[in-house]
């Protein structure tokens, strides 16, 4: 079955960095959209980047970007969200998604059916 392991979560000071992994295995990994989401308590669930497994495009929401890259490594099935001039406001549980739906907008978490534990990014001022 899909398996979607992340790792990488961390404390930072603010203007730090931090790199988050997602192992995907189970599925074949070319061709999909792999999302990187996060959620604060009392939030909803946010889109922060994707990229296209098959060729490499990406979407990065306004808050990040210049800040978050998102890339892959194919051999590993390893996808990678590095956080550069992390902000307090970046504090919250992130989490890796395989998207299973076209019918919603890449940044929309109901367009991924699955879905990593998630990996807390905490970030002080």
């Known amino acids: 079955q899909v398996q979607l392991v992340e790792s990488g979560g961390d404390s930072a000071q603010a203007g730090g960095s931090l790199r988050l992994s997602c192992t995907a295995s189970?599925?074949?990994?070319?061709?999909?959209?792999l999302g990187w989401f996060r959620q604060a308590p009392g939030k909803e669930r946010e889109g922060v980047a994707a990229?296209?497994?098959?060729?490499?495009?990406?979407y990065y929401a306004d808050s990040v970007k210049g800040r978050f890259t998102i890339s892959q490594d194919n051999a590993k099935n390893t996808v990678y969200l590095q956080m550069n001039s992390l902000k307090p406001e970046d504090t919250a549980m992130y989490f890796c998604?395989?998207?299973?739906?076209?019918?919603?907008?890449?940044?929309?978490?109901?367009?991924?059916?699955?879905w990593g534990q998630g990996t807390q990014v905490t970030v002080s001022s």
């Open positions: 189970g599925y074949t990994y070319s061709r999909k959209w």
């Open positions: 998604a395989l998207r299973t739906s076209n019918a919603y907008a890449l940044n929309s978490f109901r367009g991924y059916g699955y």
């Open positions: 990229i296209y497994t098959g060729g490499g495009s990406t």
